[in-house]
């Protein structure tokens, strides 16, 4: 199909600027170049190449960064646990380099916010916004927060500190429900904690909803987990999602996959689906529509609420 597909008249730049915009970039030059490079005019390849050398490069210096403040988060007896970004990318892809991420997301217990700031300043970090530390107490308990950014100037460097997933009226996923089977997973050559794939698919599910699917690239990431782990235990993906309150964002995500990339699910899965399958088939249309329109669903509030109620 890809073959069949190049030969057309394909408007070069709108598809490497739709590929950017939706982090799959480095993903459709891999691809390309293992399929059909001689089909591609050569000065639209070496801009992708350039691409995915410039953000392989990123990614390693960010990858790099994240290792080193997890270890300095282990130092002063921290739980932390990377989310998204780097740890996807190896996780799914075996590989830093074909998923792009701009910023470093890390995972921690409320109560240890205050000690982490005093870290990441430390190590020339700023937080974004400045607050006292009774604003702070009041900002960690707000439903409407879930995370406390950083930026280090100097490095280039966006960090988010988590102390729960989302908001807490879209998914009530905190960072004490994430400690129990923890697995390692090797990261740069340094040893980290990772969570199972079957808390991984849910958590995946909710942050794409939360933003109405707005990249293709998180689409991807959850095709490719499935595809690439038959294994996964169904069970456990479908009782945390019943514990987290996500399982409707749980069902849009796994429909999306199958409909867009063949995704194969299994039969119960799909008997859990069926019960809710009207309702998907009115959210569905909504992602697809923005998924590439020039103003997007998320863009527009009224849009977006209803969007929101119905997920």
Known sequence: RIKALVKQNIDWQYLTQTADKHGVLSLLDSRINSICPK??????????????QFIAQRNLFLTGELVNL????????????????????????????????????????????????????????LPKREMTD????????????????????????????????????????????????????????????????EDWLPILCVHGSRHVWERFSWLCDIATLIHKNPDINWDKVIKKAEIWGCQR???????????????????????????????LKGIVPQVYNQLFAEVRTSEKFMGRTLYHIQV
């Open 39 to 52: 089909a591609i005019p050569e000065s639209v390849l070496n801009q992708w190449h350039k691409s995915f």
């Open 70 to 125: 997890l270890k300095l988060l282990k130092e002063k007896n921290i739980v932390a646990l990377p989310y998204k970004g780097p740890v996807i990318a190896t996780l799914i892809y075996n590989n830093v380099a074909l998923r792009r991420f701009g910023d470093l997301d890390i995972i921690v217990q409320k109560k240890d916010i205050f000690a982490v700031r005093e870290l990441l300043i430390a190590q020339g970090f």
């Open 134 to 197: 009774a604003e702070l107490v009041k900002y960690l308990n707000s439903k409407r927060e879930h995370t406390y950014d950083f930026i280090h100037e100097q490095k280039s460097i966006y960090l988010e500190i988590h102390w729960r997933i989302a908001p807490k009226y879209v998914c009530p996923i905190e960072a004490e429900d994430l400690r129990q089977d923890l697995e390692p997973l090797s990261l740069a050559g340094t040893t980290i904690n990772n969570l199972p794939l």
């Open 249 to 279: 964002m749980l069902f849009l995500g796994l429909f999306m996959v199958h409909d867009l990339f063949g995704i194969k699910l299994p039969v119960e899965i799909w008997q859990r689906i069926n019960k809710v399958e009207q309702i």
